[in-house]
């Protein structure tokens, strides 16, 4: 269970990158030293389906998400929603009304959701609050329960545990459905679908002549295990880089797979020659690269 220690310690590991992209970089196509990166995004490594996790028991919860879910898809709010963070133009972010997880006889009157705010457009920080279309989706979920909302952000391989556990009652991660995470957890309805995407250096040679995904998992399996590949621990992009037979990805065994805390620093080290490529989510990957970019 992610403590507000582990909170404090990612967000100077953040800080301690971002401090890296002015002074640190190897990359050679960028002023500061920093390589730019760019995505194979029309080359989908998977094919996925995002939902909400919840506790098998609570079936009450799921009901209320999945009436929601009906209702934002019906009236196509769902779609605006999205489309407003993918493109930029959506102005909602929430604070925490407490400044900490709520407990005692006050936790049945808080929606205490599990996060990890390192997720765009899911899940981000907008300054100091939070934001992304899980979020926004949070907000009204509290708000058809007649709940306040409480974000609990922690690291995402915690996000499932603490639904179990019943420290958050959902766990709205941009998560993958899966057979393997369904043995311990419950899901809502799906309500976006997504796929894992390579990203490299701009100036990259190894992957330059690829086609298709075929070519690329071709490429991938004829490197050496000096070939660092990056993924965010817990995800999808992790299971099938490094493999999981539980969850049916053999990975590849002939590489170097690096997890880190959050995608943004798997891009962050690429882009500094120390990673060779990044395996993650193909929106999220997206932003990050142009962010990576400026």
């Known amino acids: 269970m992610k403590k507000i220690i582990s909170f404090i310690l990612v967000a100077v590991m ?35 389906k995002y939902a909400f996790a919840v506790a098998k028991e609570n079936t009450a919860l799921k009901t209320a998400a999945n009436e929601l879910l009906a209702e934002l898809k ?70 058809k329960l007649g709940k306040t909302l409480y974000i609990y952000d922690m690291e995402f391989d915690s996000v499932i545990i603490s639904v179990k556990q019943g420290q958050a009652d959902i766990g709205m991660a941009g998560m993958t459905v899966n057979e ?37 998992v071709t490429k991938l399996k004829a490197q050496e295990k ?19 037979e539980g969850f049916g990805y053999d990975g590849f065994k002939n590489l170097t797979c690096s997890g880190y805390t959050t995608g943004a620093l798997a891009i962050l080290d690429l882009a500094n020659n120390k990673v060779d490529a990044v395996i993650l989510d193909k929106q999220p990957a997206k932003m990050i690269a142009e962010s990576t970019n400026k």
């Open 14 to 48: 953040i800080v301690t990158s971002l401090a890296a992209f002015a002074s640190c970089g190897k990359g050679n196509s960028a002023a500061n030293g920093k390589s730019k990166v760019k995505v194979y995004e029309a080359y989908d490594l998977t094919a996925e």
């Open 74 to 143: 019906e009236n196509g709010e769902l779609d605006k929603i999205i489309n407003s963070f993918f493109d930029g133009s959506s102005t909602f972010t929430y604070t925490n009304p407490v400044s900490s997880v709520p407990t005692g006889a006050d936790r049945e009157n808080y929606l205490v959701v599990a996060t990890n705010a390192y997720f765009p457009p899911f899940e981000y920080y907008e300054g100091d609050k939070l934001s992304g279309v899980d979020m926004k989706i949070a907000s009204l979920l509290a708000e």
């Open 226 to 244: 000096s070939f660092k590949v990056g993924t965010q621990n817990g995800t999808t992009g992790y299971m099938y880089t490094a493999g999981d």
């Open 180 to 216: 393997e995470r369904l043995k311990s957890i419950d899901f809502t309805t799906e309500y976006y679908e997504s796929a894992q995407v390579l990203v490299v250096r701009e100036n990259d040679t190894v992957f330059a002549d690829c086609k298709s995904a075929d070519d690329i």
